[in-house]
């Protein structure tokens, strides 16, 4: 089912006097497609579980509307939305087993969408097999690890067949391994029912990894939309460059003139179409970084890192914004250590410059 957000705001009173009102959500336009994972990203406090609560109707907005397919549901109350919830803290019951908490939802169905038991139990099987959890019917909540009470709370939403999915950070209990595993059984799940989903996450990684699309947000406005690798590889601006990435994107204090990109006083490309100015912010990707003996970014090297696969490199420069910078380079490509210093050149498709008081995209430098 498509998902339509149309000028969504919502405003919530200020609890201080003379404080102004918090906008929560501000004029959120988006068409979810049909079938799609989105997921919605961005930190403590950006909008997204209200966000959430807008598309489940446990909240109204203050302006705006959502459309489920043609269906306007604005003001439908949230039992007749026909929205999947599931929450961080799983929510179940906790004296009921494992079946009664997957089958709670179909007893409440009154005139003719009543089901007989044999339908109940049919449906509520069903469900279980799909989360994997079936073997464990008879069992009550306490009785479960993190990650098998998560499944059960996830066939419960999805036992009425929801129109959509709503997961409000459904894996911030588990620990790593479990995150990992519940993660991918969540997309598994989501694709074999094709049911259109929206995940709520201030965990760039997990976004990243199970999103058909993500919208990045922050301070209740929307900052981009697009497929993982696209927001990742163009970032619109500023914040998102930082928000996303692992280690972080490097953060220089850089100029332009005459058609030269500096850092400090290390000339390191050439941006022909960019006009002069006097402070621009450079931002550079850890794996932007290309050890080269001539490479035009000198720094000075702190401690090399050996993760395997990867190694990362420590260094400073007098131009960074950062403590320090960190280059991730592939574990064959040596870099000197017995040099106090080392040289890079930057791949242009990793560096960004941005407007250091806007964090605007002044362009790509890629050429
Ligand atoms: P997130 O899910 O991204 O952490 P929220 O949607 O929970 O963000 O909150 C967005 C903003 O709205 C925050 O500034 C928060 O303090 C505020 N807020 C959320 N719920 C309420 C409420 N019921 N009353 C007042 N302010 C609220």
Redesign the pocket.
């Known amino acids: 089912m498509k998902v339509t957000l149309q000028n969504l705001t919502k405003t ?2 200020s ?1 201080t006097k003379g404080a102004p009102d ?1 906008v ?2 501000n004029d959120f336009s988006f068409e979810i497609p049909d079938g799609e994972l989105i997921g919605l990203l ?12 807008l598309l489940s109707g446990l909240q109204k907005p203050t302006d705006g509307k959502i459309f489920f397919g043609d269906d306007e549901v604005t003001n439908l109350p949230a039992e007749h939305r026909g929205v999947g919830l599931v929450f961080q803290n799983y929510a179940l019951y906790p004296h009921l087993t494992v079946y009664q908490n997957i089958v709670f939802p179909l007893q409440n169905l009154r005139g003719k969408d009543k089901l007989t038991k044999e339908q109940m139990k049919e449906k509520a099987t069903a469900a279980a097999k799909l989360v994997q959890i079936e073997d464990y019917m008879d069992r009550k909540p306490a009785e479960l690890s993190g990650g098998q009470q998560q499944r059960v709370a996830i066939a419960r939403a999805l036992v009425k067949m929801p129109r959509i999915l709503l997961l ?1 950070e459904p894996l911030s209990n588990l620990d790593a391994r479990l995150r990992l595993q519940t993660r991918e059984e969540i997309r598994r799940i989501q694709k074999e029912t094709g049911i259109t989903t929206v995940f ?1 996450t ?1 965990d760039q990684e997990e976004a990243m990894s199970i999103s058909d699309r993500i919208v990045v ?1 922050k301070d ?1 406005v929307v900052q981009q939309i697009g497929k993982p690798q696209q927001v990742y590889d163009q970032p619109a601006n500023l914040f998102v460059a930082t928000f996303l990435g692992n280690p972080p994107i490097n953060l220089f204090s850089g100029s332009v003139k005459a058609g030269k990109l500096y850092i400090d006083k290390d000339c390191i490309m050439d941006v022909p179409a960019l006009p002069d100015r006097t402070f621009v912010t450079v931002a550079v990707r850890p794996e932007g970084f290309v050890p080269a003996a001539d490479g035009a970014l000198c720094c000075k090297l702190q401690r090399v890192e050996i993760m395997g696969r990867d190694v990362s490199v420590v260094c400073s420069h007098p131009g960074s914004i950062n403590s320090v910078v960190r280059a991730i380079i592939r574990a064959e490509k040596s870099v000197n250590t017995a040099n106090a210093e080392v040289h890079f050149s930057l791949d242009a498709r990793k560096v960004f410059l941005f407007d250091p008081d806007s964090g605007a995209r002044l362009d790509t430098v890629a050429q």
């Not at 961005?42 to 609560?53: E, I, R, Y």
Request: net charge positive.
């Open positions: 919530y009173p609890r918090v929560a959500v961005g930190p403590s406090g950006c909008g997204k579980s209200t966000t959430l609560h409000d709520v201030h947000m209740g």
